[in-house]
């Protein structure tokens, strides 16, 4: 690509992304700051469902995601926050390749995956894992921890027999599980022990980055604190970025460095955690931290 091209893309994508801070500079088309390349970089992405409720030949239109540009960073961890239908699973579903957007441009470390090939799925596959609400749903009922942990590692051919057998175990260990979980089913398992094997399948492949949706508000409150230690330590430990998506703007705030608020398909807010609580510039963002209880900033919202 000629230097005009990537010259005016960068002005053209400064001029839409407010995320960039005073000293940053993007040096490039697939959304470098300073010279580092992002993992995902969504660059003016939206997205429109068509929905059943209108006739055959006038669908109607929900808007779930529209011009949104945000980059996920090596080793950072960005909170995606709103409510109910604003978009953020939508968002997480652009960002690990399993929903392709109406408009706008996917980059996976630097490349263009938008109208992706199967190999580029593949490395999306090996580069990006997603860990959901539900840890029932993203595992087989009828197969045992084991299995459900080699298989990842034998459909993508890692390593010999025994090398498989060993991270298999070290990854239970990785997520505090003891070793005689191995033979155990799902369901023989509490809720929080389920999610933190989703969580050691979601590691199985070394991945870059973890796209955590809603991981914590399927279990019982009493595990959920457990679950974000346990995600915390495992990023900090194996440089992980992570993608932490919740309602919760308190959980949000424990757990991210940065954080962008949606509303309505938009990113309405973004900043560093400090920033965005204790200097919210948008309405909706008060709203937000004023709906939830704070022993922190009691008076916000008021
Ligand atoms: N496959 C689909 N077909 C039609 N509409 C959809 C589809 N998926 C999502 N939507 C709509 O897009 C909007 C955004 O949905 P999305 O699931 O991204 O929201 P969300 O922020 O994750 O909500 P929640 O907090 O409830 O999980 C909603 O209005 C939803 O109804
Ligand atoms: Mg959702």
Known sequence: MSDTVSNETTVAVEERDPSLGPGDVSTGPAGEINGTVPIIFLDNVSVVFNTRTGSLFHPNKVQAVKDLTLRLMPGETLGIVGESGCGKSTTANIMCGLQQPTSGTVYFKGEDVTKRSAAQRRLIGRVISVVFQDPATALNARMSVHDQLIDPLNVHSVGTKDEREKRVNSLIEMVGLPGSVMEALPGQLSGGQRQRVAI???????????????????????????????????????????????????????????????????????????????????????????????????DLGK
């Open 200 to 298: 050691a399948r979601a590691l199985a492949l070394s991945p870059d980055a973890i796209i955590a949706d809603e991981p914590t508000s399927a279990l019982d409150v009493s595990v959920r604190a457990q679950i974000l230690n346990l995600l915390t330590d495992l990023k900090k430990e194996l440089g992980l970025s992570m993608v932490f998506i919740s309602h919760d703007i308190q959980t949000v705030r424990y757990i991210s460095d940065r954080i962008v608020v949606m509303n309505r398909g938009q990113a309405v807010e973004r900043g560093s955690a400090e920033q965005v609580f204790n200097n919210p510039k948008d309405d909706y963002t008060r709203l937000l931290l004023g709906a939830a209880p704070s022993l922190l900033h009691p």
